[in-house]
């Protein structure tokens, strides 16, 4: 038995839902409109390659991975569907782009003639996207600059440019802006357009956009977190919106390991942050924030036992946490605890857990690292 097996701390990865969410987002994009699904950082934590290949089975157009490892491990582990690299390369490391047929995002000179160069020598084409910023500031060439950037990579013979891409900052509370991006996108597309660069794959929407500017997904888009059954919107989304019912894939689960009844006055523990109001039952559970689960939400998140809420008290450490199991019957030492997800009648959502903690969705599933174990349901 693999070792890691022993401690009893799991996500369960629900690859149905999976799909219900791939193909509720198929539908509402419509026909014409490809899907690229962002599967970076590890699938948004619920595992690259499990979470690919599922894809694949489901027929999405394209993946996206944030860096050239990414691409290779996928390679490796067998899949085929193209793969965009949605962010830049040092023009270093342009060869493994080439051995494992990656297609690359491109915003500068220099990494589009090295592309070129080194797919003459192989006498083939490289496949590349244009980023374009039209006001995110990370990467992309510069929109004004973008038609002349684009013309001059079309004279590079070795290189097909596929896609030209944006990408929003703003699409979950920002109408105002996203709608100023859209139009200097379609300005863009359509002055290529004239000039007859024809430019097969234009994209722009991340889950933001995809709910709330159908005008913004040209002909694909790129929704990570929705695919994942997560709601990306911070704060209040502006007006108008889709309400698409999403179904979450990761439940996190963990088993408890420990159970005792202190005295009143029992600080609990690191800097005694909790004292107990009264004698107590505490249950320890073996995950902490070494695993991810975020240290900010000591004494303030729950977790499920027995169908009922327990609140952790004091420090969340590294690899474990304390629960008040007071008023909870029958409580034992083996018993499931629901961190993320179902028990019973109640629920536990990441998004509740990212407000608590300050943070993001995003950050809570990315962060649960490798410690706890993935187990896939279909
Ligand atoms: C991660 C990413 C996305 C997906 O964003 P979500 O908010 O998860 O939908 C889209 N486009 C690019 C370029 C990305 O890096």
């Not at 990761?250 to 690191?270: A, N």
Request: aromatic share 6%; hydrophobic share 40%.
């Amino acid at each position: 038995m693999d070792p890691a097996t022993y401690r009893p701390t799991w996500a369960e990865i629900n690859l149905k839902n999976l799909a219900y969410n791939f193909r509720l987002v198929k539908k509402l994009a419509g026909r014409g409109v490809k899907i690229l699904v962002p599967v970076k950082a590890d699938g948004y934590g619920h595992g690259l390659v499990a979470i690919s290949e599922r894809l694949q089975g489901l027929g999405v157009d394209y993946l996206g991975v944030a860096s050239l490892d990414e691409g290779i491990l996928l390679r490796r582990s067998g899949l085929t569907v193209p793969i965009l690299v949605l962010s830049t390369v040092l023009a270093d490391n342009i060869k493994p782009l080439l051995d494992y047929n990656l297609t690359q995002t491109v915003c500068t000179k220099e990494l589009a003639s090295k592309l070129n160069h080194e797919a003459k020598k192989r006498n083939i084409l490289a496949r590349v996207h244009i980023k374009v910023d039209t006001g995110m500031h990370r990467i992309g060439v510069a929109h004004k600059k973008a038609y002349s950037f684009i013309k001059a990579i079309t004279k590079m013979g070795n290189i097909k440019i596929e896609g030209v891409f944006t990408h929003f900052p703003c699409a979950d509370n920002n109408p105002c802006f996203t709608e100023g991006q859209i139009r200097l996108f379609n300005a863009l597309i359509r002055r290529l357009e004239k000039s007859g660069i024809d430019i097969p794959l234009k994209h722009a929407s991340n889950s933001s956009g995809v709910i709330n500017y159908p005008e913004g997904y040209f002909n694909l888009v790129r929704p990570g977190l929705m695919i994942y059954g997560l709601s990306p919107s911070e704060g209040k989304p502006p007006e108008g919106g889709l309400r698409p019912k999403l179904r979450p894939l990761l439940s996190l689960k963990t088993k408890i390991i420990y159970l005792k009844t202190v005295p009143k006055g029992s600080g609990i523990s690191y800097g005694h942050t909790y004292v107990t109001p009264q004698a107590m039952r505490i249950a320890t559970l073996p995950i902490g924030y070494g695993d991810g689960y975020p240290r900010s939400l000591s004494n303030k998140a729950r977790c499920l036992i027995s169908g009922r809420e327990a609140k952790i008290v004091g420090r969340v450490c590294m690899d474990q946490l304390m629960v008040d199991v007071t008023k909870i019957k029958k409580v034992k030492i083996g018993q499931e605890a629901v961190l993320i997800g179902r028990q019973k009648n109640k629920s536990i959502k990441v998004e509740q857990l990212a407000e608590l903690a300050g943070t993001i969705p995003y950050e809570i599933v990315c962060n649960l690292g490798g410690r706890i174990r993935r187990i896939y349901k279909n």
